[in-house]
C-alpha cells in the first residue's frame, strides 16, 4: 500500500476552500492508502507565535481535521513535535542541502521582503523540514496545493541526493497527489481569486449561522444583468461557483435561468447560498466545537498518532543513520 502524507501549518482556521479543495479528498483516500496527517507545528514557528496562542493554534486545527473527517482509527493523525524522529532527520538532511538552492526558492524570496526584521534560517531551511516530514515516512504521494510544488522539488532533490551519496535507495521521491477531476478551486467572495485564510475572502468551517449570512450578504456582485443571456462579471460567477459546490444541480439551474431571464434578485441568490453553506459546515462547527471541548479524546487522538508516526519515522531514522554511518559501540 502506498504511503500519503500532508500537513497544515498551524496557524488560523479551515476555510470551505481547504475543506472542498483538499480534505475532502483526503477523508477519502484514508481506505486505500496508509495516510498520515500532522499539523506543522514546528514550522509555524518561523513568525514567532505567542506561547500562549501557540498550543491553541494547534488544538483548533486539530479539532478542525478530525471534524472534517480525519479518521484517527485508519490514518496517523498526529501533530510534528511529537515526533522528535523528524527532527533528528532535519538536522541529518540538512547536511546535504545548500544554501544556494533553499535562498532560490519563491516561499523564501517572498519571506525575506514580508518580514524583513526576520529572515531567520528556519525559514532558509523550511523545505528541509518539509522534505524531513515527508521522507521520514518514505512517503511517495503527498497532496498540496501548487504553492509547495517547489517544495517538493526540494524534497526529491534531497531523497536522490542522499541516495546517491550513500549508494542505498532509503528514500523514494514524493510527488504531488493530482486529485484529477476531483480537484476543485474555491473562489473567494471578494469577486476574485480564491478563497484563502489571509484573504479575508473567506468562509471558516467553524462560522455559526450569522456569521456566514452576513458574510455572503456582503459578496461582492454586480448592478446585474440587463441583457438576456449575458456573460456574468467575475464576481457573480464566483457566487455560482460556490453555491455549484454546496447546493443541488435544480438550484443553481434555477437561478441560472433568472440570471439568463435578467429577473434574478442577488438578494434570493445570496441568501440561498447562505443557508446551503450552512447545511454543509454547520453539522462540521457543530463536531469542532465538541472535539475541541473533549481533552480526553483529542489526547488520545494525539497519543496513538504520535505512536504511529514515531515507529514509521524510527525505522526510516535506523535506515538513514546505517547509510550514514553511524555505528553503535
Ligand atoms: P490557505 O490558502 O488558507 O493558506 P493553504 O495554502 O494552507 O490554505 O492550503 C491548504 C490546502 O487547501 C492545500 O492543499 C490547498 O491546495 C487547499 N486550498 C486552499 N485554498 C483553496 C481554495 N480556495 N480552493 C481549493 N483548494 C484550496
Ligand atoms: N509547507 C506546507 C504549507 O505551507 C505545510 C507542510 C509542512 C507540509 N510539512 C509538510 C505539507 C509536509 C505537506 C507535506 O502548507
Given at each position: 500500500?502506498?504511503t500519503?502524507l ?51 493554534g ?17 490514518s ?25 538552492e ?6 523564501f ?13 528556519g ?50 521521491e ?77 438550484t ?20 440561498q ?19 475541541y ?13 504520535a505512536?504511529?508516526?514515531?515507529e514509521s ?6 535506515l538513514?543513520?546505517?547509510a ?6
Amino acid at each position: 500500500m502506498e504511503t500519503v502524507l500532508s500537513g497544515i501549518r498551524s496557524t488560523g482556521h479551515l476555510h470551505l476552500g481547504n475543506y472542498y479543495g483538499a480534505l475532502k479528498n483526503f477523508v477519502k483516500i484514508q481506505d486505500s492508502y496508509k495516510c498520515f496527517f500532522f499539523v506543522a507545528d514546528i514550522h509555524s514557528l518561523t513568525t514567532h507565535p505567542h506561547p500562549s496562542d501557540f498550543h491553541e493554534g494547534v488544538k483548533i486545527i486539530l479539532s478542525e481535521y478530525l471534524a472534517a473527517g480525519l479518521d484517527p482509527e485508519k490514518s496517523a493523525i498526529y501533530v510534528q513535535s511529537d515526533v522528535p524522529e523528524i527532527c533528528e532527520l532535519y538536522t541529518l538532511l540538512n547536511m546535504i542541502s545548500y544554501v544556494g538552492e533553499l535562498e532560490r526558492t519563491v516561499s523564501f524570496k517572498d519571506k525575506v521582503r514580508q518580514q524583513k526584521n526576520n529572515v531567520n534560517a528556519g525559514l532558509l531551511t523550511y523545505p528541509v523540514l518539509m522534505a524531513s516530514d515527508i521522507l521520514a515516512h518514505r512517503a511517495t504521494k503527498v497532496p498540496v496545493g501548487k504553492d509547495q510544488d517547489q517544495h517538493l522539488e526540494i524534497a526529491r532533490t534531497i531523497a536522490r541526493r542522499f541516495n546517491t551519496l550513500y549508494g542505498v535507495e532509503v528514500f523514494p521521491e514524493p510527488v504531488n497527489m493530482d486529485f484529477g477531476s476531483g480537484a476543485i478551486k474555491v473562489p473567494g467572495l471578494d469577486g476574485n481569486g480564491k478563497m484563502g485564510k489571509s484573504e479575508g475572502n473567506g468562509i471558516f468551517l467553524c462560522d455559526d449561522e450569522k456569521t456566514i449570512s452576513k458574510k455572503v450578504m456582503k459578496a461582492v456582485t454586480d448592478a446585474g444583468p440587463t441583457t438576456p443571456n449575458s456573460e456574468m462579471p467575475e464576481s457573480v460567477a464566483n457566487l455560482f461557483k460556490i453555491l455549484s459546490i454546496v447546493s443541488d444541480k435544480s438550484t443553481v439551474d434555477y437561478f441560472k435561468e433568472k440570471y439568463n431571464d435578467c429577473s434574478i434578485r442577488y438578494g434570493d441568490l445570496k441568501k440561498q447560498l447562505a443557508q446551503d453553506i450552512c447545511k454543509q459546515t454547520l453539522p462540521i462547527k457543530a463536531r469542532i466545537d465538541d472535539i475541541y471541548n473533549d481533552a480526553e479524546y483529542l489526547h488520545k487522538v494525539v497519543k496513538q498518532g504520535a505512536d504511529k508516526a514515531r515507529e514509521s519515522a524510527a525505522a526510516t531514522l535506523a535506515l538513514a543513520r546505517k547509510a550514514i554511518g553511524f555505528k553503535a559501540f
